[in-house]
């Protein structure tokens, strides 16, 4: 099966400063991986995309990088705000979306 | 908000009944997709519909079974409850299967199994 893994479960920034969240995973042919954002008692929330044939995508204040030589990708939150304070799922895409455990991000005011 | 609406927003079953879950798909959308999400968990897929077609199933059992609607909306049918089922069951709707295409998820239903 697949095996989509996340470094962390849990981080916590002070407001203000740059947030990365870090995933892994395993199958090498996954060609398309997005971030979502998930608050409480909601679904997830798409943040940003990337194909395997980019290595970096930014849109605002979310920059996501791909490292296909480690299968590993990453999400930088800049100016982290407290509105960012959510659990994020890092997705691969081959013939169906996995998804990671999720890092919970706490913004610290 | 998406526009993706779910129904009923929670829902609590004895195990061995049988449970129906609903998606409104957002407007412009024709494929449906379903997860099923436990607790501190990722979601995990289930199965996709497309133009009223399963395209696509995940790793779970046959009591898992859905429909899609000519006006794209979908079911989820679980029977046989289990208590493992108790879950955020999602649906998501985009327009088309091929990547990169964008979700976009329904709040989700609560079910209970106890």
């Known amino acids: 099966g697949e095996s989509v893994g996340l470094h962390l479960p849990t981080l916590s920034v002070q407001e203000g400063d740059n947030s990365i969240i870090n995933c892994a995973y395993s199958n090498s042919a996954s060609d398309y991986f997005i971030w979502y954002k998930q608050e409480s008692g909601k679904g997830p929330q798409f943040i940003i995309d990337i194909r395997s044939n980019m290595d970096k995508r930014q849109g605002q204040r979310v920059t996501v990088l791909l490292n296909k030589t480690v299968k590993h990708l990453s999400l930088q939150i800049a100016a982290t705000q407290p509105g960012d304070s959510a659990v994020y799922f890092c997705?691969?895409?081959?013939?169906?979306?996995?998804f990671g455990t999720g890092t919970s991000l706490t913004v610290i005011p | 908000e998406t526009g993706v609406t779910q129904s009923p927003t929670h829902l609590i079953k004895t195990r061995g009944q049988q449970v129906t879950l609903r998606c409104s798909s957002q407007s412009g959308h024709n494929t449906v997709s379903w997860y099923q999400q436990a607790l501190g968990q990722g979601p995990q897929f289930i199965f996709q519909y497309y133009r009223e077609e399963e395209n696509g199933r995940g790793n779970f059992p046959p009591r898992f079974s859905g429909l899609q609607f000519p006006n794209y909306s979908s079911e989820l049918n679980v029977n046989a409850l289990e208590l493992d089922d108790s879950a955020l069951y999602l649906c998501?709707?985009?327009?088309?299967?091929?990547?990169?295409?964008?979700?976009?998820f329904g709040p989700g239903t609560r079910l209970t199994v106890t």
């Open positions: 998501a709707s985009s327009q088309g299967t091929l990547a990169p295409y964008e979700q976009y």
């Open positions: 997705a691969e895409n081959s013939d169906q979306f996995y």
